[in-house]
């Protein structure tokens, strides 16, 4: 009795989404299976904003251009390539947006841009790799082999292989969804290490970590490469699931909607993340098939709110409340 | 804290014709000073008179114009802030240099886990805590606790790496007259166990209580340097700095 009392919020509610992930296929439709999928890969994107600007301080609005890059190398490798090496088009897509990033990073943190135009720098990175790939259009735009396609994307990509199992509906769907918690827990993890701490510490002060020996340049432009690589793996995946790629994949709209799905649920707080991407996504889904347009300013007018009422998130804030409340019936009792 | 071993007779740090400019602005100009080891020396100077700006080039928050600094005989002048630190050096900054959103053991758990065992560390929180008089705080959000709070958790984040040379800027600002009382104490017991410590501060009961040599900034230069009694009883310096009362 004393360990549940000892749980927090957001314990339990990570156990009641692990569980809802695990059991959703029993009881739903291999249509709904496949929406929720794509809810999940919406996770990567969140999640590289958790660590980029929740954990480390470093506000991006480039993290969907690292994604575009792991969904349209993952469609390049893989559709010149036999299907069996989707693998390889995975990893490729993955590690290939984890060194733009890095790249990017280096160029950014060693360069001791400050915060403001780090967020310019990556909003003007998504909207150069968009502009240029709709304009790829011509024959002559072709990697490995394959036409890029300018505006109308690429399509019919291969799905993801592992030997001769080929990864769709259900099976696709526990894989997303055990990459995502693997990088949850991963991330949990994290916030009690001590490269965990070192990231805490430049978020809050850049200046007084260098000056406890932190190298505060490295330590960002590799976790802006990790944050690369996790959103490149969530394009990879999309691609793989969708079957098609185009530029607007990589927009900075894109980007945004996961800055704002991040801050609403409390930028820091990874399980609040991974409840509202899905949350988000199902109601945008909703609103959608129903013929509302309004989602966006739905969402706008909730981050206003939460901005003005909630600064740490409405759902970390909600974590903290029940945690008193409960906290406060204990000490009573 | 084990006592550090010591030779008096040793430089620990040399700033060398040290320069700063900011634009058009001389901050500090051709500033030259000798420390030893195990030395407890205050620079003291009226407001803009280039104090805290030689701090921070020691540490490496600012880059030096012109000049050398050598730290332990080693060359520093051009090392980063980080590589510096390493080294052996720290610093309690002018205005707390904490992580405020965050609790007091998490604040120090940062600050020493560059240095100490990841097996260690717990217990090495503990002790910090416990020397400078903070463990019956509990482990506060460090933007609740008070001024005088935050100094000593700077001072004990600043202890963390064990450093052979510590920088306080004006550690006594703020606080009441016990609270000095006891950063006094805390200050000469850190020296007593062979730490280095230049300190700058503008309470010169505070400063005449612990402090054994004094050098005087003034515009941007040394103006004078000596024995405590001395400096504080030179009419150049009463007029400059401590006023004609």
Redesign the interface.
Known sequence: MKKIRELCTENLVAIAMLLFTVLFPVFNSAYKVDQFTGFYITCFLSFSIVLIWGYTGIFSFGQAAFYGIGAYTYAIVSLCSDKNLTIVAALAGTLIAGLAATLLGYFIFYGGVDEIFTGIITLCVSIILETFIVQTSGPEYKILGVWIGGYNGLNSIPKLRIGNFTLTNVALYFFVAAVVFAIYFAFRYMTHSNIGYALFGIRESKTRSELFGFKTAKLQTLTFGVSGAIAGLGGVLFSAWSGYVVPSTLSVGNSTIAVVMVALAGRKNITGALVMTVIYSFITQKLAASGNVFSDVILGIGLVLIVMFMPDGLLEELFKRVDFFFKKRVAKA | MEKKIINPQKDILVLDKVSKQFGGIQAVEDFSMTMKEGELRCLIGPNGAGKTTVFKMV???YMASSGRILFKGEDITSL???KR??KGM??K?QVP??????TLR?NI???A???VP?KDLETEIDRLIELVHIKDLGNPLVKNMSHGQQQWLEIA?AL??NPDLLLLDEPAAGLGPEETDFTAELVTELNNQGLSILFIEHDMNFVKKIANDVTVMYYGKKFVEGPIDEVVNNPEVIRIYLGNS
């Open positions: 540490m490496g928050v980063k802030a980080s630190a390493r720290s610093i900054m240099g904490v992580y405020e959103e965050m998490e758990r940062i600050a886990e560059n240095y990841k984040m963390a790496s």
